[in-house]
């Protein structure tokens, strides 16, 4: 069973003090700093004392709000996983019929290159902080994608129960396109230093979404 992510609404300092607006937006800045320098440079190598640094502050401020480094990425990766439901509102109110239906392939592809490139940093660091065995980052690697997993198949479903794309098991279905996504999204630089170009490869990818939703071959032009 998937553990859901949740929110985290209960805002407390070290001290257990519930932070008042200047306490959050410095707790806030203090996330934004961490995950820009995730972006570049080592997760390995981050330090309390250079976050707070570039955040403006001191490291005993920092200390008020998270443990160490691990507690504040932690946080960021809650906050991405809650973000994913973004991806999730995409596939349930999607038309999925006809031309209509490609096009919400096409935002489907568009949404998860924009998230993963949003939030590229955090998932490399949950990737190997499950890789490594770290409960926490584990749980929410498994939550992350769970739930467009599960509303895709549901829309598979429905698909069938109008009788096309029969002869698949929907969230078999579900979970190879949207590991097709990820993937995709997550090479997507690759592709670009082989000379592959982004506008094709969004394309392909949105091809293989629609005919694996609906059963149909996509519209012939690109749309």
Not at 29 to 42: H, I, K, Y
Not at 58 to 84: R, W
Not at 178 to 194: I, M, P
Request: with cysteine; charged share 25%; aromatic share 6%.
């Amino acid at each position: 069973m998937v553990e859901p992510v949740e929110a985290i609404d209960d805002l407390r300092t070290a001290d257990g003090r519930v932070p008042g607006r200047r306490g959050r937006a410095t707790r806030q800045r203090l996330l934004d700093c961490t995950a820009e320098m995730l972006r570049t440079g080592s997760y390995r190598a981050l330090k309390v004392i250079d976050i707070a640094r570039e955040a403006g502050t001191s490291p005993a401020t920092f200390y008020q709000y998270f443990g160490d480094v691990e507690d504040a990425v932690l946080v960021l990766a809650q906050e991405m996983a809650l973000d994913s439901e973004r991806l999730v509102h995409i596939v349930r109110e999607g038309n999925w019929k006809g031309r209509a239906g490609y096009r919400a392939a096409l935002g489907l592809t568009d949404a998860f290159f924009a998230f993963w490139d949003q939030h590229r940093p955090v998932i490399r660091v949950v990737d190997l902080g499950a890789e490594e065995g770290d409960r926490r980052l584990r749980t929410i690697h498994l939550a992350l994608l769970y739930n467009v997993t599960v509303q895709l198949a549901d829309t598979i479903k429905g698909i069938q129960a109008e009788g096309r794309n029969l002869g698949v098991d929907p969230l078999a279905q579900a979970g190879m396109l949207v590991a097709t996504l990820a993937n995709v999204a997550a090479h997507q630089h690759s592709f670009e230093a082989w000379g592959i170009r982004a506008a094709d490869v969004r394309i392909s990818v949105a091809r293989q979404v629609f005919s694996g939703i609906t059963g149909q071959r996509p519209p012939t032009r690109s749309g």
